[in-house]
């Protein structure tokens, strides 16, 4: 085991951030540590008690540029060329200048620089992990098993992003790769059933010092019997 250099829990749950700019890409990362916090997410809830996912870690530069090709290619397709063009949908989504103020603007704008530092540096992040599900594709966006899909991979990546953090590592969720799933497996040569869902870039970060992130009042999003007794609003 390599041990945790954050102990708290509260810590780990409110400083887990998605790391992009602070990436170290000269540090190597090795097998051990992925595999420690494999591990420790494979206790994360799943559905129907099946291990419908499937974890391909990657460190093979060859394949590490191939993978940096589709990402490239997924942002200009999804974000740089739509948001040149105006598309209606990616904009009102992505672009900085449609948010409420110019907090919020200038926020949104960090964000895309740091993705699109991701996009231009992928090939460099240390290790890869691509996490694929084998349950069949769901035949609905919402209801059905839409559920049992993405609510058996999405808990077992945040445990292995929690598990990492734990342990200095940073990571985000690149869940655009599903745009290329098709050419994922080819590159890495995975099964029909190995459908990817998401990518997690890994690697150390520069510094430990993450803090809790901007968020509503809990008022705003939680309530209590119903929409009309929000969070905090009555002693209990």
Known sequence: MTGAVI???DEVLTTTRAVRHRLDFDRPVGRAVVEECLRLAQQAPMGSNLEDWRIVAVD??????ELSTLYTEIWHDTVARPLADGEAATTTRLSPGVRADPQAQARQQRVLAAVKHLVDHLAQVP???VLCSTKPVPQRPVGGTASGYYGSIFPFAWSFQLALRSRGLGSVLATALAHRATRVREVLGLPDDWRPVTLVPVAYTRGLDFRPAARADLADVAFWNGPT?????AAR
């Open 7 to 9: 102990t708290d829990i």
């Open 60 to 65: 093979d530069p060859a394949l590490k540029r």
């Open 127 to 129: 290790v890869l992990v």
């Open 229 to 233: 007794e929000p969070a905090g609003s």
